[in-house]
């Protein structure tokens, strides 16, 4: 029996002479619901409680055990005429069901294997392509909103973009048309890739397309500031002037500037950003007490900030200080991804790999066990400074690897996660683990940065980043996206008052609520939420006004000079 769900749901029975197949819509809507879900967590028993509350949520039926035990049946009957109960590939079990992959061919049991084998062996290319050849479309498809498919849908999401990024990486010198396509794909797939956009830039410049290795730059730009809040990395800026260079028949931009100093006019404007937070390729600042509280500090850290806060960039650098004792992961993302890839890269980066038994529990499905865990506890470094596990973006961490963190942490390992706010995890199983120490990543300050970077930027460490790497056009796009970002949550009133303070400049409260024709309690509260968001600063004598420059200047061009005339006469 071959079942495929990569896509929609199909069943082929191959010892049917006819080659007898079986779609989706061939089935009623719930037993096409068991069958995926039983599908989606194949070779784990599901208890009837768990699978009816997959199936039906908050509609569940009065009895819904003999609903279920219906619905099996009319799978079983449809989908193996004749064959009896005790050889079906749904399975009977400890008072639950369970897919049999030993009993039933499953595409996606394959492509989960291949995955693992993947991430265990960076050098095979076959097994990659195989995951791109199975991976034809992301599974359930009937059924994608589903909250049962949805980790099944993200974790082959992440299979397929980070394979036929890995092939066309290999593979764009040698071809650029096909590694072109797949970067393609994978960008469809998965837009803030931004290592996709990297290997399409190499493609089209493969292919001696200038204007193309261009135009993927700064969409790379738009899909990070636009949901994102952040510029792209330098990698990715260095590649794009290395890249134009060779087209043009020149050295990188860099090299030119190291060589003879001479910048064009859009460079000039952000020269003092790039040579005070760091020089051309960057560098990091400040954040020196934040370093001693991560490096040294209690059992477990909460790293919490809102998009361009400089969260990530902090825990990049501990693991350049410390690279002996500090490991440092990434969450899984929304749509879930591979359980255990954040230990799997700590283990790797402190020479501790256990790619043994982490390939174990992934394969069955499982959390590890107190043994396993006790096992790499003890291959982790022990001595005056302890090891830490640092997780970036840890905020959609499932329940197993919570647990994990726990069980680490009380076996000597401290532990630091970053996520974007408090209230991104109240519901989820990241709220379970308590934290020792809560670190908000402040603005940087005068001590951090000269006078004239901390007043463009605002000490947003997200900014000082655009502003060095950017330039001014494009820095200005990423203030602008990270003050929507921030503010997408506040009332409408909150992205009113950055706009009247960038027309008009520093305004008392009760100034802001008449230019705006607001409720001066609206105004207030939401000049709370904007000054908390690092947006506004309060100054003498209630005034408010934009901390960053840059930001000013990129919300003040959505205000047309009429407009801004009409709001100084209202106030006069």
């Known amino acids: 029996m071959d079942v495929r769900v990569l896509g929609t749901i199909e069943i082929i029975d191959p010892a049917d002479a006819g080659a007898r197949r079986l779609t989706g819509e061939d089935l009623p809507r719930r037993a096409r619901q068991v069958l995926g879900v039983l599908a989606a967590r194949h070779d784990r028993v599901q208890s009837k409680d768990a699978l009816a509350d997959a199936v039906w949520g908050e509609e569940l039926p009065g009895n819904h055990a003999a609903a279920l035990e219906h619905y099996v049946s009319v799978l079983r009957r449809a ?8 050889r079906s590939f749904i399975v009977t079990r400890a008072g639950g069901y369970v897919f049999a992959t030993d009993r039933a061919r499953l595409d996606l049991a394959e492509l989960r294997a291949a995955a693992r084998t993947a991430e265990a062996e960076p050098d095979r290319m076959d097994v ?30 992440a299979a397929l973009v980070a394979a036929q990024l890995d092939l066309a990486e290999r593979g764009v010198d040698g071809d650029p048309g096909r590694a072109l396509r797949l970067g393609r794909q994978a960008l469809e797939l998965d837009p803030y890739a931004e290592r996709g956009y990297r290997v399409v830039m190499r ?13 993927w730059y700064e969409r790379c730009v738009r899909a990070l500031t636009d949901e994102l809040g952040i510029a792209p990395a330098a990698a990715t800026t260095a590649l794009r002037d290395a890249l134009v260079a060779t087209l043009e028949g020149g050295p990188p931009a860099f090299e030119r500037r190291r060589g003879d100093r001479r910048r064009a006019p859009r460079e000039a404007a952000v020269a003092p950003v790039r040579e005070a937070a760091g020089g051309e390729r960057g560098g990091f600042v400040g954040r020196v007490a934040e370093l001693e509280a991560l490096a040294s500090g209690p059992d477990v850290v909460h790293v919490a900030g809102p998009a361009g806060a400089g969260k990530s960039a902090l825990l990049g650098r501990l693991r350049e200080l410390y690279p002996d004792v500090v490991g440092l992961g990434r969450g899984p993302g ?3 991804a591979l359980r255990l890839g954040w230990l799997r890269a700590v283990l790797h980066q402190l020479g501790a790999p256990a790619d043994a ?24 470094p022990r001595g005056a400074v302890r090891a830490v596990v640092a997780i970036d973006d840890a905020e959609h961490l499932d329940a197993d690897s919570v647990a994990e963190l726990r069980w680490l942490r009380e076996r000597g390992v401290r532990v630091v996660v970053s996520y974007r706010y408090p209230s991104a995890i109240a519901e989820r199983p990241l709220g379970a683990l308590d934290a020792d120490l809560v670190l908000r990543p402040a603005p ?34 990423v203030a602008m996206h990270l003050a929507r970002h921030r503010t997408r949550w506040m009332p409408p009133a909150a992205w009113e008052i950055l706009r ?11 100034q802001v609520a008449a230019a705006g024709g607001l409720e001066l309690d609206d105004v207030l509260g939401a000049v709370d939420q904007l000054v ?34 009409h709001l100084r006469a209202r106030l006069a």
Do not use: C, N
């Not at 392509?129 to 589903?146: G, N, S, T, W």
């Not at 493609?203 to 135009?215: I, N």
């Not at 069955?364 to 003890?378: N, T, V």
């Open 532 to 565: 908390h968001a690092h947006l506004l600063v309060e100054g003498p004598g209630g005034h408010v006004r934009h901390r960053s420059a840059l930001v000013r200047a990129a919300v003040a061009e959505q205000v047309s000079a009429a407009r801004g005339q």
């Open 444 to 477: 940087l300050t005068d001590a951090d940065l000269p006078d004239d970077v901390l007043e463009a930027t605002g000490g947003i460490p997200g900014l000082v980043t655009a502003a060095r790497e950017l330039g001014p056009r494009l820095g200005g796009e």
């Open 128 to 157: 990659r392509e195989e995951i791109v050849r199975l991976a034809k479309d992301l599974p359930f498809a009937e059924d994608e909103y589903a909250d049962w498919a949805a980790p099944a849908r993200g974790e082959v999401r």
């Open 79 to 86: 989908l193996q005429p004749g064959v009896p109960t005790a």
């Open 334 to 336: 929304p749509g879930g």
């Open 357 to 380: 038994v982490l390939d174990a529990a992934m394969a069955e499905r499982r959390h590890l066990s107190p043994g396993e865990l006790d096992e790499i506890a003890g291959r982790l």
């Open 500 to 510: 009247l303070t960038a027309a008009l400049g520093s305004l008392r409260v009760e």
């Open 203 to 215: 493609a089209v410049a493969g292919q001696g397309r200038k204007d193309e290795v261009l135009r």
